[in-house]
């Protein structure tokens, strides 16, 4: 057999090195790029990785490439974005309402504004599907790469596959620490917390393993090398870090698969060393030590998040649940290929019934949003590679061979936390974190087995065969994927760069998937109509085909054609919309202007309505604009509003908002009228009409409140609870008792009564010489002459200055002011009564419980007083 010549053999030994070194750079610049959210970042990012690739597929001699059944092992985790390019194929409509009948039905959809395509894709919108699909690629091809790198270095025992991601993550960790210690957010170089520490807990396993690694003897060594012991030491300071940056994370779920995917690995050596039940013994000894970090190690910060998420309802996983929940209605409609990769923002607003002022770019659980996505088949596909990788891992993990053991241990670990943590957020859609899994996966998959060190499976080149295979596919379908890769992420940088401001260019690179649909769809309604926000109807038009799921596109195109005059394509584009929003507050709205604009109000206040109903952020811009359509408030009222008190006390804040007295009460009176009324927004009613001096209106308005609760109130009794029966409502009608601070206590006493049950008390501390008025009750009456009574009992008040009752105008007390006689000692029970004339200009009385300083050295009061059975009844 021909041997490899020289120069063939470095070439390849540098086409590795120089590959690793620009995957390396290309995971570290998505990194620092906010975790490859920065376009521009992520697409150079894209660039590099296909640059790597293809040089990496070309310079590589096939004799220095893993053997043949090793590559096809390899080739599998190629298949994710084979499938992705499959739901991008256009396919025959006869065949898709076969494949995807939710999916057909979207394209029928389009038949009344324009020609029914023959051909579309399972995506829902090609273009979105297209960006993830280059990324699909990326991840791929750095699996694919890492695998074959890993797997030769492996022959040397080398661990340098796994030395970019612990300096990558160590430097993340490093930068999160010092952001603690200055007191700002911990997220690294990511947006997010939860991000951040998603990338920590992946590598912290990682880099304990290759910790314990440097601590092994070399075989023939007696002691250990200065230099890996100073490795080892530098690998355990690097995972401390990372167990540090998780903590100050803050990130609950995090910490959680950070603990997870160590004790994962703890637990499987233990395992696979120990026999018996002793193993099952050393098992639980670790969860308890594990639990007792996950109880003892947090800072108060962390372990106060935790109790909060314990404390408000942990079934709902902070307000996840019912995300989660109607993103199961999402997977019925598309249950075996998907809706299409990237897809979900879109998909999910037919579904979505909770938590509607949000938009839900992402399901936060990467196991069912990638299902709704991909569908049952495409999942399996992506499950199946992370499911060989974890198995590969596990089988290291039993090899004899020390260091291909702790690699294994090392990545079952991170795994491990990335599938806990996958339970409650979207790393996988984080393009940095997805990287990083991608690169797991290649080292996991690239661990050598046992025969691999002893034996070449490498098949003899006289097989012309076996040798076209290797060739055409092996080698040729990787390498076609990597020019793709580079050819769109070229694209996308030149877009990035040069193009972005320029509206016609952008939409060019749309038809490419390499631009913000909607920006150009913007871009171009500002170019084309000047300050008019709607965009060329032949644009908006192409926008809905491109993505018909999006109800907002329908919208648009809906108030195009209405500005065109072509009203039945308009409400067939609203009705589109509707049905593809059913529950978006922002369709909702936009639907009930455009019906009001074409005169259908009985439809345009339905929707209004139960935009009040499923939402309160939009009660302020509802309700001005009803206001600004002059709709009146009785057909507001009985249909522009949802049932129930909630909605229409809203309203009646809404109108004493704007001081309107005339629309205030005629809503007041159709929730007293609905029964809707109740003591919070009758007491914001009352105070209104106070504030505007309305007094007699508002004491009407709380007598028919009261209803039969009144009890003769304002027909033969001018004072309300008289008799203190009931606790003070808070309305200035009613009593406002109040105390004063180390002085006097006042409440009402159940023990004391001089009719029905409770009284009033008053317990002044002997400490001051008290000026007190802090019990009172305003009224209005029609003038004439009133008899006011009330019973007052004493016990052990001191001074000579005693509990008195005051009757006055409070707006001015010239004109009514009468004061009764006062109480101190002890006494039982006793009368008061003073007759008051109430003038013409008198509008409001107030009733207060008074004590007024003494003159005399002693004069620090003490004792108690009650007071109860007080009324003002009319004499003529």
Request: aromatic content about 12%.
């Amino acid at each position: 057999m021909r041997s490899t010549p020289r120069w063939r053999t470095s070439l390849s030994r540098f086409s590795r090195v120089a590959c690793f070194i620009l995957l390396t750079s290309a995971v570290a610049w998505a990194a620092l790029n906010q975790g490859g959210r920065l376009s521009l970042g992520w697409n150079e990012s894209l660039l590099i990785i296909g640059a790597g690739a293809v040089f990496y597929l070309l310079a590589v001699s096939p004799a220095d490439r893993p053997p043949l059944l090793r590559q096809v092992l390899g080739w599998v985790v190629l298949l994710p974005p084979a499938y992705v390019g499959f739901q991008l194929l256009p396919l025959p409509l006869p065949l898709l309402k076969v494949l995807s009948p939710a999916r057909a039905q979207l394209a029928f959809s389009l038949m009344p504004i324009g020609r029914t395509p023959a051909f579309a894709s399972l995506s829902i919108d090609p273009a979105t599907t297209a960006v993830f699909l280059l990324r699909t690629l990326a991840y791929s091809l750095t699996a694919l790469l890492v695998y074959e790198i890993s797997w030769y270095g492996w022959r040397r025992r080398s661990w340098a596959a796994v030395i970019p991601l612990i300096a990558v993550a160590a430097l993340e960790a490093c930068l999160g620490i010092l952001q603690f210690a200055d007191g700002g957010d911990v997220a690294g170089t990511y947006r997010s917390k939860d991000h951040f520490a998603g990338a920590l807990e992946m590598v912290l396993p990682l880099a304990v393993a290759y910790a314990i690694s440097r601590l092994k003897e070399s075989d023939g060594e007696e002691n250990l090398p200065i230099s890996r012991a100073l490795k080892a030491c530098a690998a355990f300071a690097f995972a401390a870090a990372m167990l540090v940056g998780l903590i100050y994370s803050l990130s609950k779920m995090a910490f959680a698969a950070g603990l997870g995917g160590l004790f994962a690995m703890g637990a499987l050596a233990v395992l696979l060393k120990l026999k018996g039940a002793g193993r099952w013994l050393a098992v639980a000894g670790l969860a308890v030590s594990i639990t007792l970090i996950f109880v003892f190690l947090p800072t108060d910060q962390l372990a106060n998040a935790y109790v909060q998420f314990f404390s408000n309802n942990p079934a709902s996983f902070e307000g996840r649940a019912p995300i989660w929940n109607d993103s199961r209605q999402l997977l019925s409609s598309y249950p075996i290929f998907g809706t299409g990769l990237g897809t979900y923002a879109t998909a999910f607003l037919k579904y979505q019934s909770a938590n509607v002022d949000s938009e839900y770019t992402f399901a936060h659980n990467d196991y069912l949003q990638l299902t709704s996505e991909l569908g049952a088949l495409g999942f399996v596909i992506f499950g199946g590679v992370f499911l060989m990788a974890v198995i590969k891992a596990v089988r290291a993990a039993c090899s004899e061979d020390w260091n291909a053991r702790l690699l294994g241990l090392g990545c079952t670990g991170a795994l491990t936390a990335i599938g806990i943590h996958s339970l409650a957020d979207f790393n996988l859609y984080i393009p940095a974190n997805a990287l990083l899994l991608a690169w797991i996966v290649g080292v996991a998959i690239g661990i050598p087995s046992r025969s691999d060190y002893e034996k070449d499976e490498r098949p003899s080149p006289h097989f012309s065969v076996v040798r076209s295979v290797n060739r055409l596919v092996l080698r040729g379908v990787p390498l076609l994927f990597a020019w793709l890769l580079v050819t769109y992420a070229t694209a996308g940088v030149v877009f990035e760069t040069k193009y972005k401001s320029d509206p016609r260019a952008e939409s060019v690179f749309c038809h490419f998937g390499i631009c913000d649909t909607d920006a150009v769809v913007a871009d171009g309604a500002i170019a084309s109509r000047g300050s008019a926000p709607i965009a060329p109807l032949a644009m908006l038009v192409e926008a809905v085909k491109s993505d018909p799921a999006a109800p907002h596109r329908w919208c648009d195109l809906g108030d195009a054609f209405l500005r065109a005059g072509r009203l039945e394509k308009a409400r067939y584009c609203y009705s589109n919309a509707l049905e593809l929003g059913p529950e978006i507050p922002p369709v909702l709205v936009r639907s009930a202007k455009f019906y009001h604009a074409v005169q259908e109000d009985e439809l345009a206040l339905k929707l209004g309505a139960r935009v009040l109903e499923i939402t309160d952020a939009y009660h302020a811009s509802i309700l001005d604009w009803y206001r600004d359509q002059k709709f009146s408030v009785n057909d507001i009222l009985c249909r522009g509003l949802p049932p129930g008190p909630r909605a229409v006390q809203a309203y009646l804040r809404y109108w004493m908002g704007l001081g309107d007295l005339a629309n205030a009460g005629t809503t007041w009176g159709w929730i007293l009228s609905h029964h809707y009324a109740d003591v919070p927004s009758a007491r914001e009613y009352i105070n209104f009409l106070f504030g505007n001096g309305n007094y007699q209106e508002a004491a009407d308005a709380w007598a028919l409140f009261l209803g039969d609760r009144r009890n003769g109130y304002r027909e033969t009794k001018w004072l309300f609870n008289g008799d203190f029966e009931t606790e003070p409502s808070g309305v200035p009608l009613d009593w406002e008792i109040e105390s004063a601070a180390g002085q006097v206590d006042t409440a009402l006493d159940s023990n004391v009564a001089h009719t029905g049950t409770h009284s009033l008390r008053i317990r002044f501390a002997g400490t001051e010489n008290v000026s007190y008025a802090h019990t009172s009750q305003k009224t209005s009456v029609p003038p004439g002459t009133y008899r006011f009574t009330a019973f007052i009992r004493t016990e052990d008040i001191t001074t000579d200055k005693g509990i008195a009752f005051r009757i006055f105008d409070p707006e001015k007390s010239s004109r009514l002011d009468a004061r009764t006689d006062q109480f101190v000692g002890t006494t039982g029970w006793r009368r008061v009564e003073q007759t008051v004339r109430v003038p013409s200009a008198t509008k409001l009385i107030e009733i207060q419980v008074v004590r007024e300083p003494t003159m005399k050295f002693d004069n620090k009061v003490s004792g108690t007083a009650w007071i109860d059975t007080v009324s003002l009844a009319k004499i003529e």
